[in-house]
């Protein structure tokens, strides 16, 4: 009986207000924050070369050891990330300014090849988990590829 | 025994995590649970302060709460990419219209929008008045609504005890706000806002949550 209500406590605990572990591994913290969150604001907010080492490298983190209850990268992330390989300067911007441990996540340094890849394989694969988004990462696919 | 356990359980479910309500997510989000979003799309807050960075700051911290409450949130990054292309960025033209076009071009199946009243430094913290809706693309139907009036606390504390404790806080405090941190006053108060919205697709409490009881609809706390 003692069991019973434990498990019953717990529950009930942990349900109301959300308080539930995380569904999703967002990179690490940073201050009172994730570096996720931390470095889409710098970059959103003014994108500089390191900004785009630094959001890179948290992305492919992401990616490659998802995380939290679901251990798969969190909704968009994996679409944002390939939006980015695919921009025109970032491979450049990434051979030029990018720290060593960085580089060190690729397994190539044909930055150009790699990233044009990766980056298509990144908008795939946010299809892939989540088939909702489909409806806008097709055409955005489509439309990087002319 | 069962009365007892009946007891703690209610107890414990009233009274964890400061949320004191009789009213339940069923009745406070029914249009929640009747539509059922599983995408949604964040658009750019309307900011009325004088605080350019509020509208950022807010935008680019709003998926993780509602992406850790289980719904597919499209990302605000790209999407913003795409508004701006079509020149459909600015919220206040869509908030009061159709969304249709949401759904089409995006799968979206609600809108969030965001209106920033006050974002201001205050002591260790930051004053903010913020008001959320979010809206069927389908029905146009308001599924959540919420105002906020927090004081985000910044303050450090260590809890320690000695003096030299109690300085060192105060020194860190003063060096927090100074450089500003407001990227973490935005994810507090995302975090704050959304933390009893109806679990979504994702979430292992999906559908079953509607027992749990909810917010008020209108709040004012302080969030530390």
Redesign the interface.
Known sequence: ?RK??LV??TT??L??????S???Y?GGSI????K???L??KT??KQTPKSICDLVAVYENMVTKPGG??QMP????C??YG?LLLQPETATTFMNNASSSQKGLFGSDNYDVLFQERGKEMLEKEIEL?P?????IEP?IKKLAK | MKRIIAIILLAASVSSCGIVSQVTRESQYAAMYNDMPTTILVMPPINNTSNVEAKDLLYTSISRPLAEAGYYVISPLLAMDVLKAESAYDSELFIDGSLAMFKKYFGADAVVFSQIDTWAKRGFGIDTKIRYIIKSTTSNEILFERSCDLYLDLSHNSNGNSTLSILTDLAISAISTATTDHIEAARKANNYIFRDIPRGKYSPLYLQDKGVAAEPKDIKATVK
């Open positions: 009986m019973i209500i019953a406590l009930v605990l349900s109301s207000c959300g308080f539930t995380s569904l999703y967002w201050g009172g924050t994730t996720y969150e931390d889409a604001y959103y907010d209850s679901r969190p909704p968009g992330i679409a944002e939006y989540y909702e988004s489909a409806v806008f955005l």
